[in-house]
């Protein structure tokens, strides 16, 4: 009898760009490959910044992968939390250019597509179980329009065509101090802690069917 298929997790983080030398977001994802979680082995891959190249990557990792649940992980430098991001809309706007030089303003991410996808993690209970553990964290109402954004957008609509079979979202992560240390008044996060953090995501997005309630909103 052959051996049952592993169920897995795939997780994925971006190279580095905007002139950065690193991205937390690979160094993050990449030291979480081969750990098991929830009866999950976590596998691994790393997108291009580049909004040609990185959907293509994606939907090969899934292909190789297939997973039960999905995680895309990306740095939102300035920011000072973990940010379970809730939307990804249908629209680039690039402040500044890819990694292949590309700034695209103004287009659809799918043309013809819907405006907006919501994840379909249990973003509050994430919330409440990173708080829980002293992990500062936030629901957050905007990905940006950049590439983490548009790979937000593909993977949603990725997801959507396997009709609930699977999971997946997107969660941005801060400077890493030795970033804030050259850049000058940001907040940052030590590596450890954001490796913490995407194990507590992903153990409670593989244990937690039903959402919580719980106000994390915004007035800005």
Same mark, same amino acid.
């Given at each position: ?5 592993? /169920? ?5 983080? *971006?190279?580095? *760009?905007?002139?950065? /030398? =690193?991205?937390? %977001? ?19 891959? /790393?997108?291009?910044? +580049? ?41 680039? +706007?690039?402040?500044?250019? +890819? ?10 991410? =799918?043309?013809?597509?819907?405006? !907006? ?34 790979? *937000?957008?593909?993977?949603? #609509?990725?997801?959507? !065509? ?8 997107? =969660? ?15 907040? %940052?996060?030590?590596? #450890? ?8 995501? =992903? ?7 039903? +959402? ?6 915004? #007035?800005?």
């Amino acid at each position: 009898m052959s051996a049952k298929p592993a /169920r897995t997790v795939l997780l994925t983080g *971006f190279d580095a *760009f905007g002139g950065e /030398r =690193v991205n937390p %977001s690979w160094q993050a994802v990449r030291a979480l490959a081969g750990e098991r979680i929830a009866g999950h082995e976590l596998r691994v891959a /790393r997108l291009r910044c +580049d909004f040609a190249v990185a959907p293509g990557q994606l939907a090969r990792a899934i292909a190789k992968h297939d997973p039960t649940l999905v995680l895309c992980i990306g740095q939102a430098g300035g920011r000072g939390t973990v940010s379970l991001e809730r939307v990804a809309i249908n629209v680039i +706007d690039a402040r500044i250019p +890819d990694n292949a030089g590309s700034q695209p303003v103004d287009v659809p991410v =799918v043309p013809g597509g819907p405006a !907006a996808h919501f994840s379909s993690l249990p973003l509050k209970a994430m919330l409440a179980a990173l708080r829980e553990a002293g992990i500062p964290a936030e629901v957050s109402a905007t990905a940006g329009t950049f590439v983490c954004n548009a790979v *937000f957008f593909h993977l949603a #609509e990725a997801l959507a !065509a396997r009709a609930g079979a699977v999971r997946g979202g997107f =969660v941005h992560i801060p400077y890493l101090p030795s970033q804030a240390a050259r850049i000058g008044n940001v907040p %940052s996060m030590a590596l #450890e802690t954001m490796i913490a953090a995407l194990r507590t995501c =992903v153990r409670v997005a593989l244990t937690t069917r039903e +959402d919580v309630q719980l106000a994390a909103g915004s #007035e800005a």
